[in-house]
């Protein structure tokens, strides 16, 4: 789950970060308040839930409360990467001498939970990644022992040399990757961590993403789900028990289980489709759970195809064929759908599909390519053999 800045900085504040102060406004009159207030230059930013606003154009200065009004009628509303801007951070303006990186993830490679730190920070910290990855350190840090002060100084005096900077840096290092652990984030990251002129570290950026899997342990993080800002479709899902991710393609995929899903998306993909959402119905099935796949598959004016992949298991084929039986009853789709049915009640499943004109296919890979056919699209039958 993604979380607005000024949502993180308030979670970074709590861990002691040094973060100047702001408030969120949702209209240009309460920016103009919220700057009088501040009664200093501030800043004004966008709260979508996308990176790279500055470069957007929805992080600006203003000087004064009728310029903070100004700027703030402007960034409202604004688009960013497809998301309008609903509400805005007014916080205090600070001069800036120097920006870096740091951030906490998890990293797969290093299998463990890893803070990274860079003197090239500010906005293009992917491309530094990318192009020089030598100027990102990195340190993973061990589950049981936690981060020791010894650590995070020597992370912090590979991005500052002067002593009292890093001795600074360090401290917010150790409150980033407390604040992390204790909120089962899957990242927690400030960029830039600033130095001012006067030599004060400051954190005036804050992006925390927390673990779905793990929200049920913090019903006060589960709060801060801003419904307005994330993909109807998913919000939808997830009410249902639907794991779904929306994607740009045409083929609207139903499959049961994670793992098939890849699978399914993997093969459309081979065969030269392109799917329009990974869609796991997952493992116990009930007809209800397909009627809501089936709708909000549907929903989606880019799907021009349906394909079902269906292993059954503890998911039973003749549930999966009754939702399906349901969900054709209740609208009538306009585009074809293909359905690969094999496993528990397969034989009690193909008879219910029968009734309603579907003839399940039993393997996967000739279902992938009926489907992409239906969409309208000559399949690419790939060179290699198929297992
Ligand atoms: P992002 O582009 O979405 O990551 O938004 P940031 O909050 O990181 O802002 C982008 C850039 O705007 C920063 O890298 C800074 O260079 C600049 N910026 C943000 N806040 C301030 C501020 O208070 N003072 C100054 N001088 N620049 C700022
Ligand atoms: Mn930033």
């Known amino acids: 789950m993604k979380i607005h800045e000024y949502q993180a900085r308030e979670i970074f504040r709590a861990y002691g ?5 702001g408030d969120v406004c949702a209209t240009a009159d309460e920016v103009k308040q919220a700057a009088a207030r501040i009664g200093k230059p501030v800043v004004i930013k966008a709260q979508v839930h996308v990176g790279g606003r500055g470069k957007a154009g929805g992080v600006k200065i203003a000087k004064t409360p009728a310029e903070a009004w100004d700027v703030g009628k402007k960034i409202l509303g604004m688009d960013i990467k497809g998301l309008t801007v609903k509400k805005v951070l007014v916080a205090q303006a600070v001069d800036i001498a120097s920006e870096a990186y740091i951030g906490v993830i998890v990293d797969r490679q290093a299998k463990g939970v890893t803070l990274m730190a860079s003197a090239a920070g500010g906005v293009d910290i992917e491309e530094v990644a990318r192009e020089t990855p030598e100027k990102i350190v990195k340190l993973t840090v061990d589950p049981l022992l936690g981060i020791n002060m010894f650590q995070a100084r020597q992370l912090a005096y590979a991005i500052y040399s002067d002593t009292k900077i890093a001795g600074q840096a360090a401290k917010v290092l150790v409150q980033l990757y407390k604040a992390f652990w204790e909120n089962d984030c899957s990242l927690a990251e400030v960029n830039p961590l600033v130095v001012t002129p006067g030599g004060e570290v400051l954190a005036i950026d804050a992006k925390i993403n927390i673990d779905d899997s793990a929200l049920y342990r913090h019903p006060d993080l589960e709060a801060l789900r801003d419904l307005d800002a994330e993909v109807p479709e998913e919000v939808a899902a997830r009410n249902a028990g639907l794991s779904f991710v929306k994607l740009d393609g045409n083929i609207g995929c139903c499959v049961n289980g994670a793992g098939l899903a890849m699978a399914t998306m993997d093969l459309v993909k081979k065969f030269g489709g392109d799917p329009a959402n990974f ?3 997952g493992g116990s099935s009930n007809p209800e759970k397909v009627v809501t796949a089936m709708r909000i598959i549907t929903k989606d004016p880019n799907v021009k195809a349906i394909l079902f992949n269906i292993f059954g298991g503890i998911t ?8 399906l039986k349901a969900a054709l009853a209740e609208f009538k ?10 496993g528990t009640n397969e034989a009690e499943g193909r008879k219910i599909l029968e009734s309603i004109g579907i003839n399940a ?18 399949p690419v039958v790939p060179s290699e053999t198929l297992v």
Do not use: F, H, W, Y
């Open 279 to 281: 869609l796991d119905i």
């Open 17 to 21: 970060m040094p973060v100047p102060p």
């Open 316 to 323: 039973r084929c003749d549930d999966v064929a009754n939702g």
């Open 361 to 378: 296919k039993s393997l996967m890979v000739d279902a992938v390519q009926t489907a992409i056919e239906s969409a309208g699209v000559n």
């Open 333 to 342: 789709p306009k585009v074809p759908i293909t359905v690969r049915l094999t």
